[in-house]
């Protein structure tokens, strides 16, 4: 039986960094890098499931482990999804989708790595396909993305160029904006962020969360102003899912209205 994550927010990656240790270096075989993504990917479902959990007790990844990627109704079949909040009533309420980009783009010929930019391409697109096959079979569910990449990708800019991370943000950034279950935009989900964590040193684990609306700076690390922490993401997460499913009648008159005993004004 698994144990129950304790969550260091100043630090909150740092138990799924560690957990899927070892990380293979730049140059590893293709096979290698994957199953440490896949490793990576597990813990970070694992981590978000558990500080998403006193908000929504019915989500998987389980506090014991259990439940990754559970099969959940889409069209054409169903979808296996990292994190699943499920309402007995409404159904689907929330999926996490956890993306990661771990290892420069290494460039065998001159036997270094680069950038972190060959693979977001595929991930958006890897993105829209979850979206459309979740919200044509779930359009009231809320749909939330998060790339994790190393900050060092905030700073690789060259010269005049973007950095990765500000790559990653314009690309991801036609991937969200879904306003709310009678958005035709099936393909969209309702927010995406791109998550930078510190991968060594005294820091190691510390992550702050962009909101891919937000314009990055060309090069550089974000500012604070512009990012959330672990608890703010949660907070803004909750907000939106609370939101859609809040079916109370608002009425201008609320505080002037009294009903009588049968129900008639």
């Known amino acids: 039986m698994r144990k129950t994550v304790r969550i260091d927010w100043a630090y909150p990656l740092r138990p799924a960094l560690t957990a899927a240790e070892p990380k293979p270096p730049p140059d590893a075989a ?15 479902a694992v981590l978000m499931a558990e ?29 296996r999804l990292d994190v699943r909040v499920w309402d007995d009533r409404l159904g689907l309420l929330l999926d996490v989708s956890i993306k990661t980009y771990s290892f420069a783009d290494w460039h065998s010929r001159e036997s270094r790595a680069y950038r972190y930019t060959k693979n977001i391409v595929r991930n958006d697109h890897e993105l829209r396909a979850e979206a459309d096959s979740v919200h044509r079979r779930q359009p009231y569910a809320v749909l939330v993305a998060v790339m994790f990449m190393p900050v060092e990708a905030s700073i690789d800019g060259d010269g005049a160029g973007h950095s990765s991370f500000a790559h990653a943000v314009r690309v991801l950034r036609r991937r969200t904006g879904r306003r709310d279950g009678a958005d035709p935009s099936m393909h969209l989900f309702e927010r995406v962020y791109v998550a930078l964590y510190e991968t060594s040193g005294e820091h190691r684990g510390a992550a702050s969360f962009f909101n891919v609306t937000n314009l990055p700076p060309r090069s550089g690390r974000p500012s604070a102003t512009t990012t959330l922490d672990l608890q703010g993401l949660v907070d803004e997460i909750a907000d939106h899912v609370d939101q859609r499913n809040d079916f109370t009648p608002e009425w201008l008159d609320l505080e002037d209205h009294d009903d009588g005993e049968d129900g008639e004004p």
């Open 30 to 44: 293709r096979g290698d890098k994957k199953n440490y993504a896949e490793r990576l990917s597990r813990e970070l």
């Open 51 to 79: 500080v998403l959990r006193k908000k929504y007790p019915q989500i998987t990844p389980t506090d014991e482990g259990g439940g990754h990627e559970f099969p959940t109704g889409a069209d054409h079949g169903k979808k």
